[in-house]
């Protein structure tokens, strides 16, 4: 057999053409067969990377471009609902939509927040600090209403916007989002909750001054749509003087909420300080009209089995 | 639900079929008591009050069973491990990739490039020229630019407090702000610009990273309009 405290194996070893490790029976021969065969690989890359970087000086100048690093990104599958900014059919579906009236200004929003049952303090804390960040917003505690009693009323007084916050165990970890006079509804996954006294950072509270928004990423439709709801949360003509600016980055479905406050220290440079929570959501499902479990018509519900097939293909 | 009073005697206990006898019991609370109370005749008293005991427990939870029904239930969803497990470990690599931190200041370069802000902030002027020259120039003149602007950011200071009070860092954010408000103030009340006549599309809020025009997201700022108003209501 092999033993373990022999010299390692000759360069050049023979083997019969069909061998392969996996069908050695013996454990420990198949283990120390296997270490042996790594550690050949090993060689071989190291010894084909040097050859390369030799190969790159040698040429100089000459040299070809440094392949890019494949990333997911980089890799995505490419999605035939992307946006293409000169879509003509787009900008006429936006113009026609439910928040065509926000976008020109005709309505200013109005925002209700609001919990499921008994809210914990951590819930009710974040409501608080997500009411200082959304200016125009209103916190209301459900005291055991239903929903679909609420929304005719919140029409009735105006409000434009409802989000209720679902807790479990005492943290926040879901989040309705539904466009008031018959809009869209969207029902997220918030996960990574973190309050104010939980980021690090020794800035003040934020200010009533309305923030500016940065919707980075969502390129197709749904992404999109997704991205004029969160617009359509903040008002129209941000306060430069307040230079708070909310930041929705979606990247792989996943959508990060960050509440910062900047500061130009030049042309080329810009400081940057986080205030105010911060939480990350995925869209679970987004549906046409306002909040209805039963009878909604869904416009997109998010099926495990269907969509998460691929890890390269992303519907935001 | 209905209630029923179940009666077992000793003479039956050969026949299990036939052990228990079954009564319905009235709807009414009261009757159901006089019911059992009926039909327990012989039997010892402490049995009696146990079975009236039991029965009242059995109908008070009926009651709170039929008002919790019509109330909003709470519909448990299960969680499934692996795949909690899995979306949290995507949405870290997420965060890792998404880089915000630099996204958002990019973003924030960018709007300030393409005036955005108007004239809030000093250097924007020489931005403007800064950004011109560099797209024409293609990246070969860059170093050259930068010394330029360095010099001049040097001018802007003679002119404005703003540009000093960048070493306090973020903890003067008050003082910047009045500093602000006054030069915003001056500036509004004596420029006039014309800006371009702006299409429908810009007003929307594009979201960003697209590829090749981005819009103005967000503002419509309202200058005073003198001259050209013929193009505009052409073009309206």
């Not at chain 1, 069909?18 to 065969?37: A, C, D, G, P």
């Not at chain 1, 209103?138 to 007084?157: E, S, T």
């Not at chain 2, 929307?204 to 419509?220: F, S, V």
Request: proline content about 5%; glycine content about 4%.
């Amino acid at each position: 057999g092999r033993g373990e405290g022999r010299a390692p194996a000759p360069e050049r070893v023979l083997f019969p053409p069909t061998f392969s490790v996996s069908e050695i029976k013996n454990k420990q021969r198949r283990h120390f067969m296997f270490l042996r065969w790594k550690q050949q690989q090993r060689k071989e890359k190291l010894a084909l990377k040097k050859k390369r970087r030799k190969e790159r000086e040698a040429l100089g100048d000459k040299a070809p471009p440094k392949a890019v690093p494949k990333t997911i990104e980089n890799q995505r599958v490419y999605d035939e609902t992307t946006v293409d900014p000169n879509d003509e059919e787009v900008a006429f579906d936006e113009a026609t939509d439910e928040f065509a009236p926000y976008f020109n200004r005709q309505t200013v929003p109005k925002i209700l927040i609001t919990t499921s049952d008994r809210p914990r303090g951590r819930t009710v804390r974040f409501c608080e600090q997500l009411a200082t960040v959304i200016p125009n917003s209103h916190v209301y505690y459900r005291r055991g209403l239903a929903l679909k009693r609420i929304i005719p009323q919140c029409i009735a007084r105006d409000f434009t916007d409802l989000i209720v916050i679902n807790e479990d165990r005492k943290i926040p970890n879901g989040l309705v989002l539904s466009h008031l006079p018959d809009g869209p509804t969207a029902h997220f996954r918030m996960s990574s909750v973190r309050l104010r006294k939980e980021i690090k950072r020794k800035g003040k509270e934020p200010t009533e001054h309305v923030p500016e928004v940065i919707l980075n990423n969502f390129t197709t439709r749904l992404g999109h749509s997704i991205g004029r709801m969160f617009a359509a949360l903040f008002p129209h003509d941000p306060q430069f003087i307040g230079r708070q600016v909310a930041t929705f980055h979606n990247q792989r479905d996943y959508i990060f909420f960050r509440f910062h406050r900047y500061i130009f220290k030049s042309e080329k440079k810009v400081g940057i300080q986080e205030l105010g929570p911060r939480f990350t959501l995925k869209l679970r499902s987004l549906q046409k009209g306002t909040f209805d479990s039963k009878f909604g018509e869904y416009e997109w519900i998010h099926k495990r089995r269907e969509m998460d097939t691929s890890r390269r293909k992303f519907h935001l | 639900g209905r209630c029923y009073l179940y009666m077992k005697t000793i003479e039956r206990a050969a026949f299990p079929r036939r052990l228990w006898e079954r009564v319905l019991l009235s709807k009414n609370y009261e009757k159901a008591l006089e019911e059992i109370d009926e039909n327990l005749i012989y039997w010892p008293r402490f049995i009696r009050h146990k079975c009236k005991q039991r029965f009242t427990k059995i109908t008070q939870y009926l009651i709170r069973i039929r008002k919790l029904t019509l109330k909003r239930q709470r519909k448990l969803v299960p969680l499934r491990r692996k795949i909690e497990r899995r979306e949290n470990r995507r949405e870290e690599k997420a965060l890792i990739a998404a880089q915000l931190d630099n996204a958002i200041e990019k973003e924030l370069l960018e709007r300030l490039k393409q005036d955005t802000y108007g004239d809030i902030y000093n250097f924007p002027i020489h931005a403007f020229d800064k950004a011109l020259q560099q797209q024409d120039a293609e990246s070969e003149s860059e170093s050259d630019a930068e010394r330029e602007e360095d010099d001049e950011d040097d001018e802007d200071m003679d002119k404005r407090e703003f540009v000093e009070a960048e070493d306090s860092e973020l903890s003067d954010f008050e003082d910047m702000d009045k500093l602000e408000t006054s030069s915003e103030e001056e500036q509004e009340e004596e420029e006039e610009v014309e800006k371009k006549a702006s299409h429908s599309k810009s007003k929307g809020k594009m979201p960003l990273k697209g590829p090749a025009r981005r819009k103005r997201p967000y503002i419509e700022i309202e200058y005073e309009e003198e001259t050209e108003p013929s193009t505009k209501t052409k073009a309206a």
